[in-house]
């Protein structure tokens, strides 16, 4: 069983949206897949809810003893991928979700604000040395604030760094929150639409990536990219890997997603 979880510092970055709908996608590629939720916030039991007892389950771990036990269960019951939407911030169980994956994602929207507030969170993963990418998220369809980002995250050199960004961007459609308000994923509530697509796609990206089958050239160049680095932005990479982190410590629409 591999183990995915979504953790960021910065609230309202999509965590829950995403992993709602790389679960789906996950599902629909032939996983058994569990979806695991550590933010009392409850947005994806009340999701589930939503739902009725449609696949993939979800299921609600607030005490840290109990992440490592039950991915074990899982993995013994036939579970094949389980994805954890943890709360904001760096918490306990966070950290703890963090030791067990496989492959961390790290949700940013495109602004120089959220990615450097994703350094804590980048810290975390760092110390545990786990495989991580960034996904660009609610981003508008068009504009150079995208490029701007991923430059700020990928730093100077582009090309070396741009494993760090998963393929595509997500952008902010109204599909995302109305899948999510009827107990769908955006593939289940508009199955032709870019949302779908998009999210379709990451999941093939990220497939690969915990494959170990990924490569700079093949993700993304970020040196093609017209945006300027914004300088504070741009040294989140930098500053996280210099300062180590002791193992264990603690149609487009403007809308909040705060998930």
């Not at 058994?32 to 009725?52: A, F, H, K, M, Y």
């Amino acid at each position: 069983m591999q183990t995915i979880v979504l953790a960021t510092q910065k609230g309202g970055s999509g965590k829950s949206t995403l992993a709602i709908g790389l679960a789906v996608a996950a599902r629909n590629a032939g996983h058994n897949v569990r979806l695991i939720e550590t933010d009392p916030q409850g947005t994806l039991s009340n999701w589930q809810s939503r739902r009725g007892v449609a696949e993939p389950m979800v299921e609600t771990i607030y005490n840290v003893g109990r992440i490592e036990s039950r991915l074990e269960q899982l993995s013994r019951g036939g579970v094949t991928l389980t994805i954890i939407d943890t709360a904001s911030g760096v918490s306990a169980i966070t950290a703890a979700a963090i030791r067990c994956a496989d492959l961390c994602l790290i949700p940013t929207r495109p602004s120089v604000t959220d990615i450097e507030a994703s350094a804590a969170t980048l810290k975390a993963v760092r110390a545990w040395r786990k495989p991580f990418a960034y996904v660009l998220n609610q981003t508008p369809v068009r504009g150079r604030r995208i490029d701007t980002a991923a430059q700020a995250l990928g730093g100077e050199d582009g090309r070396a760094m741009s494993e760090m960004i998963a393929r595509p961007f997500i952008s902010m459609r109204n599909d995302h929150q109305d899948a999510l308000a009827s107990g769908l994923a955006v593939s289940e509530y508009a199955p032709t639409g870019k949302s779908a697509e998009e999210i379709s796609q990451l999941w093939r990206w990220t497939e690969a990536r915990l494959g170990g089958d990924v490569s700079s050239h093949e993700i993304f160049s970020l040196a093609s990219g017209p945006g300027r680095l914004q300088s504070g932005a741009a040294q989140v990479v930098e500053t996280a890997t210099a300062q180590p982190l002791t193992p264990g410590a603690d149609g487009l629409t403007s809308w909040d997603a705060c998930l």
